[in-house]
């Protein structure tokens, strides 16, 4: 199984590989830079939630992985 991270920020690709280990242990992991389509700092819990999705569906996608994880802060 491939783990596509839609970020390169080290705390978080460790933080989804910390979480989702235990559940796939047998997983592969690609940490990668895609665009979230929302500001640099998303303003509310809309712009966040989108932008999170955006990363993990460009995520997925780009890396033909089986899970694509988005995380937006």
């Known amino acids: 199984m491939l783990i596509a991270i839609g970020s390169t920020n080290p705390v978080k690709c460790n933080a989804v590989q910390a979480v989702l280990g235990p559940l796939f242990p047998d997983a592969d992991y690609t940490c990668m830079d895609v665009p979230s389509g929302v500001a640099a700092q998303p303003w509310g819990d809309l712009e966040t939630r989108t932008g999170a999705l ?7 996608r780009s890396a033909r992985a089986d899970l694509g994880v988005g995380l937006e802060g």
């Open 54 to 60: 955006n990363r993990a569906r460009s995520a997925r």
